[in-house]
T-cell receptor
Framework: SQKIEQNSEALNIQEGKTATLTCNYT??????LQWYRQDPGRGPVFLLL?????KEKRKERLKVTFDTTLKQSLFHITASQPADSATYLCALDVRGGADGLTFGKGTHLIIQP | DTGVSQDPRHKITKRGQNVTFRCDPI?????LYWYRQTLGQGPEFLTY????????KSRLLSDRFSAERPKGSFSTLEIQRTEQGDSAMYLCASTGQGRDTQYFGPGTRLTVL
């Protein structure tokens, strides 16, 4: 069956350290993989998109990697800050799919001061 | 503000009533998507439009759900004969031509009593 898995438990990181979030998927062939941030009671906010032929993408303190052989994406936040505390969602744009994004459940990240 | 807007932000209704939500996408975006998100889950794709054409609706949750985008601009999502299980956040997203980043609105929180 098709699955997208993200760290199910909350991730606690000390301020200033690098937070690394994982997204694993099975039985998909995504054309794109995207990462979103979601704060309580709000809609997801787009962070980064990486295509199937790209290995790594960076934006300021954010970095995402995409390994289509391992079927895994890693999302890194360097020099983390308490303001980075939120839920981070991984989403696949599946080739041949219905054109909607398929989301994981998200990882709740807590940056401790 | 030129982002995606949704109205209302919150809706409380009694079981059996009909509700309608509105989404105004980013003005130059021709693709519009509806998602549902329940607590602790990622958004779940429901349907999408390219201009006024509804190209995918098989993922709507039941025949009580319907969506329209009559002039290719704003869209409405209607739920008839609401049930308590319909309580969720309903999210709208839009994107430009091509399979690209989706920009989400703030969502409509529905509570069915």
């Amino acid at each position: 069956s098709q699955k997208i898995e993200q760290n199910s438990e909350a991730l606690n990181i000390q301020e200033g350290k690098t937070a690394t979030l994982t997204c694993n998927y099975t039985n998909y062939s995504p054309a794109y993989l995207q990462w979103y941030r979601q704060d309580p009671g709000r809609g997801p906010v787009f962070l980064l998109l990486i295509r199937e032929n790209e290995k790594e993408k960076r934006k300021e303190r954010l970095k995402v990697t995409f390994d289509t052989t391992l079927k895994q994406s890693l999302f890194h936040i360097t020099a983390s800050q308490p303001a980075d505390s939120a839920t981070y969602l991984c989403a696949l744009d599946v080739r041949g799919g219905a054109d909607g994004l398929t989301f994981g459940k998200g990882t709740h990240l807590i940056i401790q001061p | 503000d030129t982002g995606v807007s949704q109205d209302p932000r919150h809706k409380i209704t009694k079981r059996g009533q009909n509700v309608t939500f509105r989404c105004d996408p980013i003005s130059e975006h021709n693709r519009l998507y509806w998602y549902r998100q329940t607590l602790g889950q990622g958004p779940e794709f429901l349907t999408y439009f390219q201009n006024e054409a509804q190209l995918e609706k098989s993922r709507l949750l039941s025949d009580r759900f319907s969506a329209e985008r009559p002039k290719g601009s704003f869209s409405t999502l209607e739920i008839q004969r609401t049930e308590q299980g319909d309580s969720a956040m309903y999210l709208c997203a839009s994107t430009g031509q091509g399979r690209d980043t989706q920009y989400f609105g703030p969502g409509t929180r529905l509570t069915v009593l």
